[in-house]
Nanobody, 127 residues
Framework: QLQLVESGGGLVQPGGSLRLSCAAS????????IGWFRQAPGKEREGVSC????????YYADSVKGRFTISRDNAKNTVYLQMNSLKPEDTAIYYC????????????????????WGQGTQVTVSS
């Protein structure tokens, strides 16, 4: 089972920035889709952004387009989520997930129990 460890969450003021990291324990991440999901209190978990380890294709939820950027460092088996212009509604626990052989659209469109999941990192946007 692939293990994922998130880091980089914290408290930030509206308009601020954070960068989340997701480190994967695997010899190789070839042909994986890796994504960031979030779950706010009282809401369902939703896909935020996903990236393909093969071709770098990306997917963003409409709510974060233009503000968040996902990237990968294949040599470090790490995926990043740069979050700019943060809003209070971005407050949530952010989870990293990975699944072999899925497109970024499929990966981000559902919360699959077949994916590998990290433990989550809290992001709080508040003044």
């Amino acid at each position: 089972q692939l293990q994922l460890v998130e880091s980089g969450g914290g408290l930030v003021q509206p308009g601020g920035s954070l960068r989340l990291s997701c480190a994967a324990s695997a010899f190789t991440l070839d042909n994986y889709a890796i994504g960031w999901f979030r779950q706010a209190p009282g809401k369902e978990r939703e896909g935020v952004s996903c990236i393909s380890t093969n071709d770098g294709s990306t997917y963003y939820a409409d709510s974060v387009k233009g503000r968040f950027t996902i990237s990968r460092d294949n040599a470090k088996n790490t995926v990043y989520l740069q979050m700019n212009s943060l809003k209070p509604e971005d407050t949530a626990i952010y989870y990293c997930a990975a699944r072999w052989g899925r497109t970024v659209q499929v990966m981000c469109s559902s919360v699959s129990p077949l994916a590998s999941w990290g433990q989550g990192t809290q992001v709080t946007v508040s003044s």
